[in-house]
Structure formats: C-alpha cells, structure tokens
C-alpha cells in the first residue's frame, strides 16, 4: 500500500525542500520505489538540490493538464534507480493546481510506488493545501525559533481539519515533528528553543533533529541530497530520520552539545 | 426638476421587519393571590419607586401553570404599580388563552439555566482527565463540547454549553463557550466563557498563559496577566464586573 508523505511547515525557508530530497533519497536507497513532487509551482526548487535540473522536459502541470504522460514526467534519479522526481513547472503559478488534477496524477502514482513525498510550498494557500489534501503522514519541519514554531502549529490545525482525510471522517493524518537547523550550543545560550520546548508547544512525535550543518548547504549547492554525504552530521541525521519513519528504534542524536569532536564520536560506538 | 415626491415616498420602504434582542426584567409569580401579590408588589416598589416607574415587565407564570389563576386582575395589579406587563411565559395552555384574550403576548419558556445555575453549583475541575476519545462530556446538557485534541493556531472552537479541553490550547487559538471552559492544559491562546453573557461563567486551567482571558465581556490581555500564575492550575470568575484569578 503506497503511502502519501506532505513535507510541509508554513513557514518558508526552514528546510522543506532539503527535507523532501533527503528523505525520498534515503526512502529510495533503502529499496523502496520512491516519488518526489515539486509542489512550489513557479518557484521550482527541488530538482536544483536533486541536480536534475538540467533533465526537465515535461512537468507536474503538464501531466495535470494531460499535456504529457506520467512516464514522460517522471526524471530517473542517476545515483538511485527507485528514486524518481515529478518537476514543478516554473512557467505557471499555483492556480494551474486542482484538486482533481492532483488526485489523478496521485492515483496513478500509488499504483506503481511505494512512497511519494510532496515537497510542500511555504504558506498556507493553494499550493500547501493541495500539497497536504491526499497525505497518509505528514512530516512537519520546523526551526528552533518562536515565528516558525507558531507557523507550524497553524499548519497542523489545518491538517487535522482541511484534508481529505479529515473531510471524510477517516483515521487522521499521522503527524511528525523534524526539528530543523539546530544547535545545541546556541540553544544553551538561550538563543535557541530547546528541543523540549518545541515540544512543550506542538506536542508532537519527534521523528528527529537535523544540526545546523555547513554540509546542508554544500549539498544544496551540488546538487546532490545531504543524506548521500554519510560523513556530515546532517546526512547522519536524515538517514536516522528514515530508519526511524520504517520503523525502526533508533535513539535520537545530535540534541545535546558534543563535547568530543566527529571522530570521537564515530569511534566511540 | 420634474420630481414627484409622492412617487419617490411610494418607492421608500415604510417599515422594515427585523429581530432584535433586548433585556427585560421577568417578574416571576409565586402565587395566586393576587391581593397578597399587589400587596407585596406595593411594598417592593414604595423602595424605589423612580426605578419601577413605567418599567416593561415580563410575566413569568412557570411557578403557578398548573395552578387556576384569573389572569387580568394580576395584569391590573401589576398595571396599578404603574408597571407595565408586555407578555406572559411558562403559562400552561389555559394561561395562555387568557393572555391572548387580554391581548398579551405568549413567549415559551426558556430554558433559563444561565439564570439558575447559583455560583456554588459551577462544577469543579476534576482531577482525572477524561479519556482521550471525542464524545459529548457525560452530563445531561449534550451541548456541552469535549475536545482531546491540540487546539492549533488558527483554529477556533465555539462550545453552546461547557467547553471542555483535555489537551493545550496554542497561542494564536480562540476557544469559546457559552458556559464554563475548563483545560487540562496549557492555555496560550485565547479563552472567552460566558459569552452570551452569563457572568457565573468560569474558566479553569492548569497552566495559564493566555494572550486573552474573557468573561462575559470582561476581559484581560496578557500584559495584565501575572507570570506567577503559569504552570499552576487557576480558575478565573467574575466579581462585580473584575475578573478574578485564583489558584485553585
């Protein structure tokens, strides 16, 4: 049974995108036949940071608008066969979104993949609606501060009353909190909310904790998703992340300040 | 130049229907001795016979339905105190056939809980926290609202009767009840009791950091609200027109 994931956070520029590419690409690595959706139509993001940019031919609007087929869409991942990327268009804007348009190119997803995560736009309008109307799970991204923790919590009033699982009464969307661009010696600085009071704000499940990380950005600009750089903290991060969303228990890392250094910590285990 | 003006006051509307809410005071009768009635009634107003001077009253005859009453000499009763009665409520059917030959209005009779419920009987936050599953709060009112979900940013909950919380309510959230509004939770958000106006409405929570609290109109932003009172349960009410926080 395939399974929906909305990356999503209201709030623009904590991480969806990063998220959305490193999460698909773990999903993909660990075997499972994965889609990710650029919903941003008009400011197209996510194949810059899956470095397929230059592999566009058709995208998710031509398919709405049955311009082109799923297949012709669809851009194979070089690094990972399961892993396959659904453009947005950088020529429309959101209104070119319907619902049913969604729903179909949804439907004929599910038949053939096991996981589709739909990178979200920043907002509450059109685009973040459409992008969390079909979602089984939701992954919710959020940055230890004050105004993108009030935007996440709006998010998650809207998911629990405005998708279609809640329209029609069924079990709700399964709701995950990833904390984002987190420092643990800022935090105890106080120039940080902890992890805790995140918490104390959401009450949410924590699927985990990202670092600030320079090798977020190096990923970013390479084109290539942090959870294939297996040596940063960040890519250690999303890989943990991952296991954790399969199922699997593994402790969270990278809330508390190391007091040794990479290494130290690499050789301890 | 050419204007026909009594063209133009045909074209004008005379009269507009519309509904309108207004407070009249409610005379409830306990008797049907209407001498014994006139003379109390005489006593009562002799204290303030300014206040009482054409006052519309409402006739509530909830008391004494069941009971034979001769309607019109209780209406000249009361029009003899120079009050003037504009309807009967709570009669029974006889009752209300008398009024209507008198030409007195028949409103039914309310539910008049707001009225009713004393101050002591406002029912006290349990200690256990109900179950997690969405279902009416068990009392005989099914308007009451019980919610064991988030209340998110954004969001807002309107309860007819008692509004229940068994979870937090964030900041930039609004949770409204006609009655009480008890959360077992964090209150950051916004909590309006009593907003139809029952001042008896209380607000209980067990962590108090409100950007709002209302009662009954009355209201208190956060900037007037104590930090002492965070992370401790509270309940709030209203004391002649101040609302009143209270460790519980």
Do not use: W
């Not at chain 2, 004393?118 to 256990?128: A, C, G, L, S």
């Not at chain 2, 008896?200 to 709002?212: G, M, T, V």
């Amino acid at each position: 049974m395939a399974r929906i994931i909305v990356v999503t956070s209201g709030k623009g520029g904590v991480g969806k995108t990063t998220t959305s590419a490193a999460i698909a690409m773990g999903l993909a690595k660990k075997g499972h036949k994965t889609a990710v959706i650029d919903f941003d139509v008009g400011l197209r993001n996510l194949d810059l940071i899956l470095g397929c940019e230059r592999r566009v031919v058709y995208d998710f609007v031509n398919v709405i608008n049955d311009e082109a087929t799923l297949n012709q869409a669809l851009i194979k991942d070089k690094r990972c066969d399961k892993l396959f990327v659904l453009p947005a268009s950088q020529t429309r804007d959101k209104d070119a979104l319907t619902v049913e348009g969604v729903g179909k190119v949804l439907n004929e997803l599910k038949k053939t993949f096991k996981y589709i995560v739909c990178d979200s736009p920043a907002g509450i309008e059109r685009g973040a609606h459409l992008a969390m109307y079909f979602a089984d799970d939701a992954f919710v991204v959020t940055n230890p501060e004050v105004s993108s923790v009030r935007d996440s919590d709006r998010m998650l009033g809207i998911l629990s009353s405005k998708s279609q699982r809640a329209e029609k009464a069924e079990t709700p969307i399964k709701e995950y909190l990833l904390l984002t661009r987190y420092n643990p010696a800022r935090v105890k600085l106080g120039e940080m909310l902890s992890v805790d009071d995140v918490q104390d704000i959401l009450s949410l499940h924590l699927l985990g904790v990202i670092p600030e990380s320079q090798a977020v950005l190096n990923a970013s600009n390479s084109g290539t998703p942090v959870i294939l750089d297996d040596a940063s903290d960040a890519g250690q991060a999303y890989a943990d992340i991952v296991d954790r969303y399969l199922g699997e228990d593994t402790p969270h890392r990278f809330i508390d300040e190391e007091k040794k250094g990479l290494f130290g910590r690499l050789f301890r285990s | 130049m050419a204007t026909t003006p009594s063209l133009n006051s045909q074209n004008l509307p005379a009269f507009e229907f519309k509904s309108s809410v207004i407070t009249v005071p409610v005379l409830n009768i306990y008797t049907t001795d209407v001498n014994v009635l006139s003379l109390q009634l005489r006593e009562k107003i002799k204290q303030a016979p300014e206040f009482f001077k054409n006052s519309s009253v409402l006739i509530d005859l909830q008391n004494i339905q069941d009971q034979e009453l001769n309607l019109s000499l209780l209406v000249d009763a009361i029009h003899n105190v120079n009050i003037l009665p504009i309807g009967i409520r709570g009669g029974s059917e006889a009752q209300k056939e008398l009024a209507y030959q008198i030409q007195l209005p028949s409103f039914n009779a309310t539910s008049t809980s707001a009225e009713k419920a004393p101050v002591e009987k406002i029912p006290e936050p349990t200690v256990t926290a109900p179950s997690a599953i969405a279902e009416p709060a068990a009392t005989n009112n099914i308007e009451n609202t019980l919610i064991s979900q988030p209340v998110r940013s954004g969001q807002r909950v309107y309860a007819k009767g008692d509004l229940v919380i068994t979870s937090h309510v964030s900041a930039g959230a609004e949770v409204i009840a006609e009655g009480n509004i008890h959360i077992y939770g964090a209150l950051r958000g916004r909590a309006l009791a009593g907003v139809l106006g029952n001042e008896n409405a209380r607000i209980f929570c067990s962590d108090l950091q409100a950007e709002l609290i209302s009662i009954a109109g009355n209201y208190r932003i956060s900037e007037n609200i104590d930090d002492s009172y965070k992370k401790i349960p509270v309940q709030i009410y209203l004391n002649e027109q101040a609302l009143i926080i209270k460790n519980t």
